[in-house]
């Protein structure tokens, strides 16, 4: 199986781009204003204009109002939404769109139960758990917390960069990888060389 590569954090038309030439499967647009790589709702409709065909588009929103959502939805035309926060399944329902939910993972997680509860979502993010931060960390978590099989499609994130996504995809098998500070040369602002290399060995390794 092919494994999907979705590049997050997008603030810039030349990291698009780049991350579409480099053949990314979906790119993320983080509506979280505590966030480095938050976008306006403006920019982020200029963005979505300029993607080409095939290149799906994601919304992140980390428990945003739903009338701020609602407003997203109405400029932006977001293929999918991600939550990221503490939102429950009747908070990622209740937009009628497709969603996928986040779970930051640590020991006590039980992602058997998070698939169950969430089970309208198209998939699970799985990110590293760290107090007080929602995501987009940088760090990874212990990948052997993920129960072999989950009843929802994995999307793993979490401390992943062109060097270590290809074991990721070997150990994990996951649906789909999901990466963003591993592939900036800072905050927001994304590398065109580190995104090709990232993409390369995640679809080499599946």
């Known amino acids: 199986m092919a494994v999907r590569v979705k590049i997050c954090g997008i603030t810039r038309l030349q990291d698009l781009h780049a991350a579409c030439a480099a053949g990314a499967d979906a790119l993320g ?3 979280y204003e505590k966030s480095p790589r938050h976008v306006s709702v403006e920019t982020a409709a ?13 919304g992140l929103f980390v428990d945003a109002e739903p009338a ?12 999918l939404l991600q939550f990221h926060g503490a939102e429950t399944p009747a908070d990622c329902v ?37 107090p007080g931060v929602p995501g987009g960390t940088g760090e990874r978590f212990d990948w052997s917390l993920i129960p072999p099989a989950l009843s929802r499609p994995v999307i793993l ?29 800072s905050k927001g602002i ?8 990232f993409i390369a060995n995640a679809k080499e390794a599946s």
Do not use: M
Request: net charge neutral; charged share 25%.
């Open 68 to 79: 701020f959502i609602e407003r997203v939805l109405q400029a932006v035309p977001l293929d």
């Open 29 to 31: 647009f983080v509506f």
């Open 94 to 130: 209740r937009y009628g769109r497709p969603f996928i939910k986040a779970v930051r993972v640590n020991r006590d997680t039980d992602l058997l139960k998070c698939a169950a509860d969430f089970d309208a979502a198209r998939g699970l993010l799985l990110d590293a758990f760290v």
């Open 46 to 58: 200029e963005l979505v204009r300029a993607l080409p065909p095939f290149v799906q588009s994601v």
């Open 157 to 185: 994130s979490g401390g992943l960069t062109p060097d270590n996504v290809a074991e990721a995809v070997q150990r994990v098998r996951p649906w789909a990888v999901d990466v963003s500070s591993g592939v900036e040369a």
């Open 190 to 197: 994304k590398d065109a060389h580190q995104i090709a290399r």
